[in-house]
């Protein structure tokens, strides 16, 4: 059983960074795609960085790109976001999701995934 576990989440003041882990534990493989999400509330998920199955490509959307950063360790299983230069519109309850693959292609919609971690509170406030 794949499980996902998100941690790093906290409050921060504007223009203040965050670094998000998304655990993958229960793996048959190293082969994943993890895509990070964020809903705010009373809106949909919106996809914010995602990572391939292999040769780590990734995607950000356009209201972080520049400031975050997605990244793996397959060593300790983990997929990170660095979160940078934080806006309050960046508040959201973050999300990391995960599925099986060995393609070089990152997935961009929540439903393409198989399994999904916690979630994990953001807020950016002064």
């Known amino acids: 059983q794949v499980q996902l576990v998100e941690s790093g989440g906290g409050t921060v003041h504007p223009g203040g960074s965050l670094r998000l882990s998304c655990v993958v534990s229960g793996s048959t493989s190293n082969y994943y795609a993890v895509g990070w999400f964020r809903q705010a509330p009373g809106k949909d998920y919106e996809g914010v960085s995602f990572i391939s199955g292999v040769e780590d490509n990734t995607y950000y959307a356009d209201s972080v790109k520049g400031r975050f950063t997605v990244s793996r360790d397959n060593a300790k299983n983990t997929v990170s976001l660095q979160m940078n230069s934080l806006k309050p519109e960046d508040s959201a309850t973050y999300y990391c999701?995960?599925?099986?693959?060995?393609?070089?292609?990152?997935?961009?919609?929540?439903?393409?995934?198989?399994?999904y971690g916690q979630g994990t509170q953001v807020t950016v406030s002064s």
């Open positions: 999701a995960a599925r099986y693959s060995s393609g070089s292609y990152y997935f961009r919609g929540w439903n393409e995934y198989s399994y």
